[in-house]
C-alpha cells in the first residue's frame, strides 16, 4: 500500500527524532571527526557534484530562471572548496553543548546553573542555494541537532547529491544514521506536511523570498524564524567622505548583489546634495547599476531613473539601486524604519554624536558606521558558517551560528531541599 504524504514525512520527523536523542550526546570528538569527513568527501567528489549541479543549470535555463537565482545556483571546484573549508571552520569552533552560561548558589544551599542545550530537530526550508545544504548540515551537527533539509525544485539535483554525500560521510564516523535527511521530492505538498510536524520538529527556519517566508509563518504550527529578507540602506550624512563613501557604497551594491545584506537605498543628507548625489550616481552607473530616485536627485543627476513608491521598499537582488535626498538623519532613520526589513543599515559620517543616535536608534538586526552591508555575514562575525540571518527578535537576531541553535535548560543541584 502506497503511503501518504502525510505518513511519508510522519516517519521521517520520527527518524529525525530518534538520531537527535542520541546526538545530544554526541562527543565533540565525534562531532568534529564526521565534520572533517563531510569536507573530505565533498572535495574528492566534486566532479558528480557539478556534474548534478549542470543539470539544474540546463533545467534553470529552460524555465527562464530569474538570473539572481541562477547565480546562487552555480557551483564549481572553487565554490565546493570553499563550502569544505568552512565544515572545517566549524569543527575548529568550541563545542556549545554543555557549555555553563551561569552558576549561582540560593539561600537554602542549592546550586542552580544553566547550560546550553540542541534544540533538537531542526527543518530547513530554502531556495536556489545549495551551499545551505552544507552551511546548515554542519551548523546543526556540530550544535547536536538533526536536521530535515528541504531545497527548491531548481536545485534539487545539486541539493540530494550533496545531502547524500554528508550524510554518509557523517555516518561513517559513527553520527546517526537520519542525523541529515533531504526531502527529495519538489512538490508544495511536502511542505506543507513538514510544516505541521509539531511532534517532531522543533523548529523551522526559511531562508529565500518574502513569498516563501510569508508562506512558511502563516501555515506552520512548528515555530519558525525568519531570515532572509533584506531590505538595506545606506546614510550618508553631511560630513562622509567621499573616496570612502564611494568604496563603502560600491561594494555594498555591486560585490554581490543577489543576497539579502547587499544595498538597496541610499540616503543623501541634503547638505551634502549637490556635490555627492551626482558624483555617488556615476560611480553606480560605470559598475553597470541601474540608478532610480527622488525628483531632487533626478534634477542633481540625469542619469537618475524616476522612483515609484514600490522602490523605498524594494529588495533588489540585481543591479539597482535607488537614492533619496532627506532634510537630516531623522528623516533617513524615519525612512528606514518605514520601509526596511530590519536585516541591516549603515551610516557614513565623521560625527560622533549622529553616528551614536544611528547605532541606537535604527532597529535593525547589524547597524554599522562607516562600514559595507555586505559584512554581515555569519563568517565575518566570526561565527562560522551561518544558518541564516534572522531579522526577528525571539531566540536569534542576526547572523546565526553555533549558538544560535541551541537552547538552555537549568541543572540544580540541592541536598536535600524542600519547598517550605
Known sequence: MNMTIKEEMRILGEKARDAAFILKNASTDSKNKALLKMAEELERQVEKIIERNKIDLENAKKNNLEQAKVDRLVLNSEKIHKIADGLREIAAFPDPI????????????????????PLGVIGIIYESRPNVTVDAAGLCLKAGNAII???????????????????DAAVSEGLPENCIQIIRDTSREY??????LKDYIDVIIPRGGEALIQRVIQNSTVPTIETGIGIVSIFVNHDADFEMAKKIIINSKCSYPAVCNALDKILVHEKKKEKFVPFIVNALVENGVEVRGCET?????????????????????????????????????????????????SILTE????????????????VYVNAATRLTDGGVFGLGAEIGISTQKLHARGPMGINQLTSTKYIIYGNGQIRE
Not at 159 to 167: C, P
Not at 306 to 321: G, I, M
Not at 351 to 366: I, P, Q, S, T
Request: hydrophobic share 45%; glycine share 4%.
Open 98 to 117: 554543555n557549555e555553563v552560561i551561569s552558576m549561582w548558589r540560593r539561600p537554602n544551599g542549592m546550586d542552580i546553573g544553566q547550560i546550553r542545550v
Open 149 to 167: 533539509l528541504r531545497g527548491g525544485s531548481e536545485a534539487i539535483n545539486s541539493n540530494i547529491v550533496i545531502a547524500d554525500i554528508i550524510h
Open 191 to 196: 511542505v506543507d506536511a513538514m510544516l505541521k
Open 297 to 345: 536627485s533626478q534634477k542633481l543627476a540625469s542619469n537618475v531613473i524616476p522612483a515609484t513608491e514600490e522602490d523605498w521598499s524594494a529588495e533588489y537582488l540585481s543591479l539597482k539601486v535607488c537614492i533619496r535626498v532627506v532634510k537630516d538623519i531623522d528623516e533617513a532613520i524615519g525612512i528606514i524604519t518605514k520601509f526596511d526589513s530590519k536585516h541591516t543599515e
Open 351 to 366: 560625527n560622533y554624536d549622529d553616528a551614536r543616535k544611528f547605532l541606537y536608534e535604527v532597529d535593525a538586526a547589524a
